[in-house]
């Protein structure tokens, strides 16, 4: 009999430390997922920060980074329309820079004749509407394939003051890096 109660005790406790568990995994995860937004905003401010005080035309938090094969790095990239008049139209584009299809230096890695073993960066091109010294952030993102050679990958990012994606409407310029280990 005793043995019986010892038994039913510890299934009990037992229960009650599972539904504890459960109960707070569940309230990490709802507090986490209302921490996301914050996040985002507290990184489009900081976005915005350093657009400003660079006084540049376009601005990227962290331009270089590394990330393992089989997955992705995704950068932050703003610019500002510096121009005069209301209001200009832009079109972004993301391109592999001559170096890096297939690389020259020493340390980059060598895409050669197979550039779908290469990373591939994506953004959206808009068209983005902006008054004069409007901003507007958008994401970068690079997909690293498994069979991407180790080394660096270099990106152009281009904005252009109209539809087109022509060299005499280009607005401004800047390089992300993406490591692959």
């Avoid at 043995?3 to 504890?20: F, Y």
């Avoid at 976005?47 to 089989?70: C, D, E, H």
Wanted: with cysteine.
């Amino acid at each position: 009999m005793e043995l019986a109660v010892n038994t039913l005790v510890v299934i009990i406790l037992g229960i009650v430390i599972v539904g504890g568990g459960i109960l707070l995994i569940s309230k990490i995860v709802v507090k986490a997922s209302s921490v996301v937004p914050e996040v985002n905003d507290q990184t489009q401010q900081a976005l915005f920060n350093v657009l400003l005080n660079s006084k540049q035309r376009i601005a990227a938090l962290n331009n270089v980074q590394t990330v393992a094969r089989n997955s992705y790095a995704q950068f932050a990239i703003a610019f500002q329309n510096q121009q005069a008049g209301q209001e200009s139209i832009f079109t972004v584009a993301v391109d592999a820079t001559p170096e890096s299809y297939p690389n020259t230096a020493l340390n980059n890695a060598d895409c050669g004749g197979s550039p779908q073993n290469c990373p591939n960066a994506t953004a959206l091109p808009g068209p983005y509407k902006l008054p004069r010294y409007g901003s507007q952030a958008f994401p970068i993102l690079v997909k690293v394939p498994r069979t991407a050679a180790t080394g660096e990958y270099t990106f152009s990012v281009e904005v252009y003051n109209s539809t087109t994606q022509d060299t005499k409407h280009l607005y401004a310029r800047t390089k992300i890096s993406v490591d692959v280990d």
